[in-house]
């Protein structure tokens, strides 16, 4: 390593915004920093540049982007911090906007500038601010070892396969601001997955991207998420492996086989289906209708018994009528997804959807989004209560700060973050990443109670 005098005995500390997508790239980022000399602290009072990884896929991702970076702006003015920079999505999405409004932070990177943040930031340093933001985002191809630095806990990690998508929804703005997919080489995101294992002690591989069910067909001319899957499968010391963010269009047979049939797979997918009415699937450009979709629920659950399937629902998309609403609603009652998240519409600027005509009110969209809460509410009360009794393999992530004794861990079936919980109490003490049998005495809403079974 080679520490430059500038670089001497200074600190880097970064905020990362949104999801865990962009969570990887902040780990990036710090990666760089610190095989350039800088060191890693994670208080940003602490800290002599703060870095914003921002997000800016909606309304609320925006406003909490524009916000944390006027904190970070307050600790310079108040001299806790010596310089600011800004990454990510919302500077890739409104550029020179981004660094007219924000004259006050000290250099701007876009979402492929891991190139770029050291030499940005010791501009910073120096007092002379700039940026690194190309006309068009992945206009480089993702080769080699990338270093990271860990944001999540030692046992899980991500692994972001791809950047950028090829879909072309219709209310989404991604494409805009990353550009068109581009993969990673399976040989890169298996020696990366190897690395994790080595250096953190890595237990569970979450693989994201912005459509993992795409991935490949740039690089080699075909989909092979399939063949990622059974390779990361053969990477020792990896007990769970998890896959987030399909398309429904993209679940082939040759994805399914690969997750009944790894033993290291969690029997658990994501696939955002966004609506269940034909006309919004058709406004929202999912190119797929309702009877595709529930094929391809039928045939999961039918190859893949005890699946958990999660999704994700919008609802007040322009020109959603009553009917197009209760449509939707009575097939998430018959299909009873195992998880499930819902947003209400948010109109983004860039969208093909942003020109829509028949918005709907938001106290409309509020009562909806309540309403499907409220359903799913009820079928996950029923799915846990179904699990007391039963035993099932735990993997422990914390120990509960509030009860001596007890800790806080998932299922297979629940994914960090998002998804439930499983409170433990042990008579051992139980490390976080250690994956323990655990016997269910009682359930929540959303989250389970157990204690561990003595061996």
């Known amino acids: 390593m080679n520490v430059s005098k500038d670089q001497e005995l200074r600190s880097v500390s970064l905020i990362s915004l949104g999801c865990p997508r962009t969570l990887v790239d902040s780990e990036m980022y710090l990666g760089r920093l610190k095989q350039d000399g800088f060191k890693i602290i994670d ?21 909490e982007s524009v916000d944390t970076v006027l904190q970070a702006i307050e600790l310079k003015k108040s001299g ?3 310089a600011v920079i800004v990454a990510g999505c919302l500077v890739q999405r ?26 940005v930031v010791n501009k910073a340093l120096r007092g002379k601010p700039s940026q690194s933001l190309r006309p068009k985002p992945n206009v480089l191809k993702w080769e080699g070892k990338i270093p990271r630095v860990p944001l999540s806990p030692s046992h899980y ?3 972001k396969i791809s950047e950028g998508c090829m879909r072309g929804c219709s209310f989404c703005v991604i494409p805009k601001i990353k550009g068109p997919m581009v993969s990673r080489s399976i040989e890169d995101l298996v020696d990366e997955a190897q690395t994790l294992v080595d250096e953190r002690g890595l237990r569970e591989l979450i693989v994201v991207g912005q459509d993992t069910s795409d991935y490949g067909l740039d690089r080699y001319g075909k989909v092979r998420t399939h063949e990622l899957l059974r390779e990361l499968g053969q990477v020792k010391g990896i007990d769970w492996i998890r896959l987030l963010y399909c398309h429904p269009k993209g679940i082939s047979d040759e994805l399914i086989a690969a997750l009944r049939d790894v033993p290291s797979i969690c029997k658990y997918l994501d696939m955002a289906i966004e609506h269940a009415d034909d006309t919004m699937l058709k406004a929202m450009n999912r190119h797929m209708n309702q009877a595709q979709l529930r094929d391809r629920i039928e045939k999961l659950r039918k190859e893949i018994p005890g699946i958990t399937l999660r999704t ?29 998240g819902a947003f209400t519409y ?50 422990i992530d914390e120990p509960d700060p509030d009860e001596p004794n ?5 299922t297979t079936a629940d994914c960090p973050e998002v998804d439930g919980l499983v409170y433990v109490s042990s008579k051992k003490a139980l490390k976080a990443g250690q994956i323990v049998p655990v016997q269910v005495t009682d359930n929540m809403e959303y989250d389970l109670i157990g204690h561990a079974i003595e061996s």
């Open 43 to 63: 208080d940003a009072e602490s800290s002599d540049v703060v870095v914003i990884n921002t997000c800016s896929f909606i309304e609320d991702a925006i406003k």
């Open 157 to 159: 990690a991500y692994l």
């Open 406 to 410: 007890q800790y806080i861990g998932r």
């Open 346 to 395: 948010s109109p983004e600027q860039g969208s093909a959807a942003f020109g829509y005509k028949d918005a709907i009110p938001q106290e409309v969209k509020q009562e909806r989004f309540d309403r499907v809460m409220q359903v799913q509410q009820v079928i996950a009360e029923e799915l846990n209560q179904a699990s007391v009794g039963k035993e099932h393999l735990v993997m």
């Open 80 to 82: 806790k911090v010596k």
């Open 312 to 340: 994700s629902i919008i609802v007040g998309f322009p020109g959603e009528t009553d009917a197009m609403f209760e449509n939707m609603l009575q097939f998430l009652e018959e299909v009873r997804f195992e998880r499930l």
């Open 94 to 119: 409104f550029k020179d906007g981004v660094i007219q409004e924000l004259p006050e932070v000290d250099g701007f990177v876009g979402v492929d500038g891991f190139d770029d943040i050291n030499t």
